[in-house]
C-alpha cells in the first residue's frame, strides 16, 4: 500500500499550490471543504442509482480527513505549546 503522509501534511501542500493558482491564501480547512463539495456536486449531478455508494463514501472519507487535520493541528499546538501558533505554508505563499 502506498502512504501518501498524514492528511494534514497532503492537504497543507495541497493548499500552497491553490494559494499559488488563486493568489490568494487557502487553508488545509478550505481545501478539505472543496475536495468533499466536489463529490457532492457528483452526487447531486450524475443521477447515479441508489446503490452507487463511491461519492457517499469518499465523502466520508473527506469528514474523516477533517477530523483527522484538526487532531493533527491540537497535537502540533500541545507539542509546540499554548502561546505558539503555526503560520501555514499558505499564507507564506499569498503575501509573496
Known sequence: ?????????????????????????????????CM?????AREINAGYPAD??????????????????HDYRRNQEVKRGPNKKSTGGASKVAES
Do not use: C
Open 52 to 69: 452507487y455508494h463511491d461519492n457517499r463514501d469518499d465523502l466520508a472519507g473527506y469528514a474523516n480527513v477533517m477530523a483527522m487535520i
Open 36 to 40: 468533499a463539495l466536489i463529490k457532492i
Open 1 to 33: 500500500m502506498i502512504e501518501y503522509g498524514h492528511p494534514a501534511e497532503v492537504y497543507e501542500l495541497a493548499s500552497v499550490f491553490w494559494s499559488v493558482v488563486f493568489r490568494q491564501a487557502v487553508t488545509i480547512d478550505q481545501v478539505a471543504v
